[in-house]
Nanobody
Framework: QLIESGGGLVQAGGSLSLSCAASGRTFSRYTMGWFRQAPGKEREFVATISWNVIITRYADSVKGRFTISRNNAKNTVYLQMSSLKPEDTAVYYC????????????????WGQGTQVTVTV
């Protein structure tokens, strides 16, 4: 089970930090990813990090503003978001993949329920 937290309401230019805690199984050997879905849009890739932290990948739209990290001892992955824009408004989901570092939802095996991030002008 993956449980996201840290979402909320923030003004444009502000920052938020999301967390995703895993329970029920260890995800220390899984790639962990963050996706987001805005109303009426498809779920889109945000960032991913390999189990050994060697590989991180970001969507072009968040590169330089968002940082993904993980703490395997705590079975937790994080997404630090800064310089937020209204277009970052979405439900943010964390996910776990058993193979590779995919940037598509179909590459992930486990999903959280999501946390809402709303960025106001």
């Amino acid at each position: 089970q993956l449980i996201e937290s840290g979402g909320g309401l923030v003004q444009a230019g502000g920052s938020l930090s999301l967390s995703c805690a895993a329970s029920g199984r260890t995800f220390s050997r899984y790639t962990m990813g963050w996706f987001r879905q805005a109303p009426g849009k498809e779920r889109e890739f945000v960032a991913t990090i390999s189990w050994n932290v060697i590989i991180t990948r970001y969507a072009d739209s968040v590169k330089g503003r968002f940082t993904i990290s993980r703490n395997n001892a705590k079975n937790t992955v994080y997404l630090q978001m800064s310089s937020l824009k209204p277009e970052d408004t979405a439900v943010y989901y964390c996910a776990a993949a058993s193979n590779g570092t995919p940037d598509r939802p179909s590459g992930y095996d486990y999903w959280g329920q999501g946390t809402q991030v709303t960025v106001t002008v």
